[in-house]
Structure formats: C-alpha cells, structure tokens
DNA sequence: TTAAGTGCAAATATTTTGCTGTCAC
DNA sequence: GTGACAGCAAAATATTTGCACTTAA
C-alpha cells in the first residue's frame, strides 16, 4: 500500500531533526518505511519499500540511514535467531523493552512486555554493576498454533 | 597454550557420537576448540586455534561443524550486539541459560544466571502459549570500570 | 563398501568504503 | 557557500554451495 508524498513527520524524524541532523527527502522516505512497518524488516526489505516511493533511493544510503538510528539509539537491531537469513531487522526503539518470541516453526515472531524483565534489569544493574544501555532478548520455540 | 593431541573425548564429541554423528579427525579438534574456550569465539578464532593443532583444517569445515552443532542444540550462537564486527560467537549449551552483558566501552563480556530469569520464562511460556527451546539475552551498557 | 565428510574453488549474502557530484541549511 | 549527504562502483566481510576425493563405520 503507497504511503502519501507528504506525511506528518514522524518521531523519529522529529528525533533526528531535533538533534541537528541533516534531513534528506531520502531519510524522511526510509524515516517513514521504518515508522509504518507492520513487521521487523531487514535492510533488503526497507530498501525495497523505500524504492517503492522513491525509485532512485539507493541500497548504501538504507545502510547509512541504519547505522545514523543506531548511533542515537533510535532504533534496535535483531537478528530473531536468524529464522529467515543472516541479516539483521530493525524496529523503532519501544518506550519499554519487549522480549521477541520467535517461532522455530511457521516464523511468526510475538512481542512481548513483563514486569518481570524490568525486574531482571534492574537485579543485572545491581548484582553485576552494570549500567544497561540497551537490551535484546530473542527466544526461539513453538508458538500455541505449532506446538505439537 | 597447545592441547594435548590425544584428549580425553569431550561432552561435545559425546554427545554426537551417542546421536550417531560420524566422528572425524577435524572435528574431534573443532570440538576440542569449542570446548575449551575461555571467551566467546567466532568462526575465525575457531579456525585460527583449531588450524594450530591442524594445519590442514578448512574454513569450510568449521561452518559446517558449527551448523552441525546448532541444528543438534549444543552450541548456541550469540552476536555481542556487533561489539566486535558482523560475525556470530558460539559457546556450548549451559545447563542453565544465562544473560551476555558486553560493555560498550572496553568490550568485555559477563555472563549472569539468574532465578528471575527463570521465572520470567515461565511467564513468557503460560502467557504467551510458547514453548521455549532457547533463549539468547545481551544487554549493552557500561561496566563497573567504564561507567562514567 | 558406501554414505557421509573433507578441501578447494567459486558463489552468495551482507555491509562498508572511496569518490565525485549534489543539496540542506 | 559549505559541510554533510547521495549515488555509483568496488571492496570487505561472512557464510554457503558444487564437486571430486577421502574416510569412518
């Protein structure tokens, strides 16, 4: 489905923006792939959705628009047990972390909230004195439909 | 440090021989490699140890001996949030799974076992009807000596 | 004996870099 | 105007595959 031409800026451009970086018509397209996404995409895919609304859009610049969002944490990267290839997908960093679920199965991947991983956090921070920046839990099984 | 050529056979080479997996000259030293790791290792480091016991070991062999393992649940395959580079780091199966902290700064790793964890797993198997084969927990951050 | 495994070469997949011209501010 | 960014080509990195020879069981 076709995204209009001229969207309401979204947060992570309103993000970037508000930090002083640059903003290209090509950010603001890849911005927006990644905001709409209904599902963890990789690299291959966002470049595909971008050429979509914009047919010059190119592969290096994707990588480069990733790498800029990782560096201000704007987004997180998975590689959900590498179910589907070697690449990596990227989400748009949750306001609280989420564990991912992913089937070994038919691939579907759940997310999921828990105080209790909040709780575990917060154990690591004390217990290990570590400071936690960013977290990544990935969890392979079966999902209630594939289960046997 | 060398390793012994004749070593006493490993878990690892034990339970594959017990599955029936033909046992090999190159993957007895692949193994033994694995196993006697003190830090996480990737492909390459596998193959640079192991080629010091075995000169003619082929990179290929280690891929195919990692997968072998992974199809068989008995290394499990971590990335160190790319601390380090784009490749996987491996180590053999706990008992117990256990979180990966790497420390953004100096790059070291520490591992943790934690009850909470097993409790959230527990969580995460009722509420979302999953049935968990294995987990992989990294969290990024600041160690004790690197946190400002 | 023979199916599975090995090494070698080449292919594929993923991501990065160098360079030149362009654009946001 | 200028420094950051884009596209293109090529390189670098990581992993897999095809094939002929070898070996464990």
């Given at each position: ?78 590689d959900l047990l590498h179910l589907r290839g ?16 992913a089937c070994l199965r038919c691939g579907?991947v ?30 392979g ?8």
């Open positions: 489905m076709p995204m209009p031409k001229t969207e309401a800026p979204g947060r992570l451009q309103a993000e970037l923006m508000a930090r002083g970086v640059r903003m290209t018509r090509q950010r603001r397209t890849i911005l927006g792939v990644i905001e709409t996404a209904k599902t963890h995409l990789d690299a291959s895919q966002i470049l595909r959705k971008a050429q979509r609304l914009d047919p010059s859009i190119d592969r290096v610049t994707v990588y480069r628009t990733l790498k800029l969002l990782k560096r201000h944490g704007l987004v997180d990267e998975l070697d690449g990596h997908y990227y989400e748009r960093r949750p306001q609280r972390d989420h564990l991912h679920m579907k759940v997310e999921f909230e828990s105080r209790l991983f909040e709780r575990l956090k917060g154990e690591v921070e004390r217990e290990c004195h570590f400071h936690i920046m960013l977290t990544r839990v990935e969890m099984g079966y999902c209630a439909n594939c289960r046997t």
